[in-house]
């Protein structure tokens, strides 16, 4: 990564080595143990490489299972620029010698940038099959994505040594068609949405666990599944209510039936898993607002991380500072399957937390 990483010696040497002590400290035996960093919005030869590096560097000493990345990897701009930016950053994750699995975000197909100047195109427009492209090599010998739909981008990673399934949603699911005018009929900087696509291969591939007794699973989103509670949050994702309804069916062993949506994204599901009965979801990952924080639904926690970006979006926000450790954020996880306690410690600006997927407590 050559200058990218200068600091690396002093504020990252010695904040590599708080961190993995930390984490040392408390891991269980058998922990699953991860990294999540989320919203980067990088560009090429940009200071977020050195995240990259301390990844590779954590990795190594605290033999990590996976990255969980929460999408938006990079700036808009023009599709070359933002195609190289996000090959660098995907080859840097991929450094840290696991598999890197990574959700859409709302920035990360560039559809804003023809809208804003109204080309009348789709000529910067990053469509899905380039997007697995870019960041499928980094999870393709674990991921398993839809097959009846060649272009999605959702997915889950079998881990089972730890007997975990990672599930990673796409909650800008919509289908890339063309209006008359020649550009996109939804743009994904705000249209989220889960299809019925993908609701049905949640409930009938991604959650059949009847194979995998005593399995959880962990979800990873860019936009929160549902919105109430969540700061910083700005559009709701289509049929999101449905897919939580598909969620707590399979932490119950329940069954769900329903149907709404409205015209191509009209929804009817019936999960029904009273057959592999109750399982844990150690908890719903995800990005995009730029905040810490955890909201406990139904007893499972939805938790968040501050943008990995050197920008502190909000006044409650850490203060951020390019070229100290402040540049940078994302969280070590170790989640201890029997006590049912997730540890965050988190590098760079922000703290550290612990939370309980249990009971529905968090600290």
Known sequence: MGKTVAVETSSYASEIQAVAEAVEAS??????????????????????????????????????????????????????????????????????????LTAKGNHDDNSIYDHERKTGSTEHVVFPQESKAIWGAASIAVARYDDSRPDSLYFYADFPEKRVRVVVLDC????????ESGELAYVGQWHYVFSQGQLEWLAHRAFDLRDRPEWSVLILSHVAILQDGVFGTDHPVRNGEALWDIVKAFRTGDRFRGEGGEGEFAYRIDADFAAQGARDVIGCWFGHVHHDQVVVRDGIPNISAVNAWTLQEFPESPKRE???ITETAFDIVTADLGAKVCRLTRFGAGASRTVSYGGGKYF
């Open 27 to 100: 891991r269980t035996e058998g922990a699953l143990s991860f990294a999540f960093i989320t919203d980067l919005h990088h560009r090429a030869s940009g200071n977020q490489l050195r995240a990259a590096w301390a990844l590779r560097e954590l990795s190594a000493r605290l033999r990590l299972d996976f990255v969980l990345h929460g999408g938006d990897a990079s700036v808009n701009g023009p599709k070359e620029e933002v195609v190289t930016a996000q090959r660098e950053m995907a080859e840097a994750l991929a450094g840290a010698g696991v598999p890197v």
């Open 172 to 179: 800008i699911d919509h289908p890339y068609r063309l209006k």
């Open 322 to 324: 390019e070229g100290s």
